[in-house]
């Protein structure tokens, strides 16, 4: 497929495939990634470092220190009587302001997709991954696009069928350097095994007879 895209590129394993997807599906890809307050220095290396070795046309940096996960908002005391633990990386409007973002973007750069990572797994918790609501921000960005001349950007979600497993798959075929993604939810030099992210990404590891890389190099 001709043309540009902007990949939504975080330094985690579903952004790493969507960013090299792109690049098997377009002819010019770029790259966009948000520091919100508190995010994690080697989050931030993890997708300089995909960035670069894919090449890609331009890597955009936005710096949104207003933008805080619940558990920060709350200075770690957000009490919610559900047990799930991805409450404490919860954003409100998180994909309304990040994609809203890069369509601002995308329209100086020419660029007629935006591509997302969201799983078949994120909905489930983060109603705003959802393919119903990306379709409204779709049907919003064609009525306000002025220098698309007729064409507007559009969010593609890859990703979006697929569950843990699936991804590790296409990623292993996309030749992704899936040693230099990052997961983890803590800080320090490496992965620390325990928060609910390294968690479930083990486990789809194991589930497939492999040993992550990133833990591996860790």
Known sequence: MDGKALVM?????????????????FSNVSAITFNYFGRLAQEKQAGARLAKGA???????????????????????????????????????????????AAHYAEYLGAKRIVGGHNLHDVKFFKDSSKDY????????????????????????????LDRKEIITLAMKLKIPIEQTWSCH?????????????????????????????FMRS
Not at 9 to 25: N, Q, R
Not at 55 to 75: C, H, Q, R, T
Request: charged fraction near 25%; proline fraction near 4%; include cysteine.
């Open 134 to 161: 990306i379709e409204k921000l779709n049907a919003l960005f064609k009525e306000g696009c002025l220098l698309c001349d007729g064409q507007a950007y559009k969010i593609l979600l890859p990703l979006s069928e």
């Open 55 to 101: 090449g890609v046309a331009e890597f955009i940096e936005v710096d949104l220190p207003f933008v805080k996960e619940a558990s920060d908002f709350y200075n770690g005391r957000l009490n919610k009587q559900e047990p799930d633990t991805q409450w404490s990386s919860y954003v409100p409007a998180r994909n309304l302001m990040f994609y809203s973002i």
């Open 186 to 214: 803590r800080e320090g030099s490496v992965h620390c095994g325990r928060c609910y992210a390294c968690k479930l990404r083990l486990e789809a590891f194991r589930s497939l007879g492999l040993n992550d890389p990133a």
């Open 9 to 25: 590129l975080s330094g985690g394993l579903d952004s790493a495939t969507c960013l090299y997807w792109a690049k098997e599906k």
